[in-house]
């Protein structure tokens, strides 16, 4: 709307000068040609009661263009009208938690030994004291069954009176069959050292040959490593007169003995025993 001059407002009505009045005395018009010469450039600046409250009041949020809360793309399928939880800050409820299973590779990869019967091999020297002192000591303690027979020689199939002779190279043995839960084969082995005399070479009291040496054969790797142990040990703590002589070797081939000398002292208590086997007594052996 074009303004009016002082001129022209003494021209009009009372009542349009008194509206024009106030507009003319709070605005200032500049009128200036534009940079591209095509027209005037207006220069307002107007202050009015609204525009000061509106300053002093901020900016107001219009509800129809307010930003969206941003979407991320993984989460499109949630309920974005509920709040999110964080499970970071919830407390572990230990009734719930994952349990831990507490077994170690070392233990689920530690060799374990097999359950059920196992066997062990003794020379002492004749077989029908050793087999008689052995049952009399663990029948009802872990001994299954034992049988007397011929090991660590180079001949097939030998018998009673070529093993006599020296010349198979066997020794007069006992095989028992044992309960490992009932029975320890490191027990095995101290009563062994405790029933006859291991310093001797080829020898218990009167019976001499190589039939007659002291021998443990082991059936395994932990039996070789135990036996190994308490011979060291029986030969510090308890034959410290002599030394053990007692020779530790893999069982090699077994040979059962002839049936008369099965349980022969069970069968003919008056028949022979060597004197050397007898139980010694001694102090526990160190741990």
Avoid at 21 to 34: G, I
Avoid at 218 to 247: C, M, P, S, Y
Wanted: charged residues 20%; proline residues 7%.
């Amino acid at each position: 709307m074009a303004m009016s001059t002082p001129q022209q407002q003494r021209h009009m009505p009372a009542f349009l000068a008194r509206l024009l009045r106030p507009f003319s005395s709070s605005a200032r018009m500049s009128l200036s040609p534009d940079s591209s010469g095509q027209g005037m450039k207006k220069d307002l600046s107007m202050k009015t009661t609204t525009m000061a409250s509106n300053s002093m009041a901020g900016p107001e949020t219009n509800s129809s263009t307010s930003m969206a809360p941003m979407e991320n793309d993984s989460m499109s399928g949630m309920d974005n009208t509920k709040p999110m939880e964080n499970n970071l800050s919830k407390p572990v409820d230990s009734g719930t938690a994952p349990r831990m299973d507490t077994a170690t590779a070392s233990d689920d990869m530690a060799p374990s030994k097999p359950m059920g019967p196992q066997k062990a091999t003794f020379a002492a020297g004749c077989f029908w004291g050793v087999e008689h002192i052995f049952r009399k000591r663990f029948s009802g303690h872990g001994l299954l069954d034992s049988s007397v027979g011929y090991c660590g020689g180079d001949t097939k199939n030998p018998k009673y009176n070529a093993v006599c002779s020296g010349k198979t190279g066997h020794a007069e043995a006992l095989q028992i069959t044992y309960d490992p839960e009932k029975v320890s084969y490191r027990k095995l082995v101290e009563f062994f050292y405790m029933m006859h005399d291991p310093t001797t070479i080829d020898r218990q009291g009167p019976d001499a040959g190589s039939q007659y040496r002291s021998a443990i054969f082991f059936h395994d790797e932990e039996q070789e490593k135990i036996a190994l142990a308490i011979t060291k040990k029986v030969d510090e703590e308890w034959w410290r007169n002599g030394k053990v002589v007692t020779v530790v070797a893999p069982i090699g081939q077994w040979y059962d003995a002839e049936s008369y000398h099965q349980k022969y002292l069970n069968n003919n208590p008056s028949g022979y025993e060597c004197p050397s086997h007898y139980v010694r007594k001694f102090p526990y052996l160190s741990e």
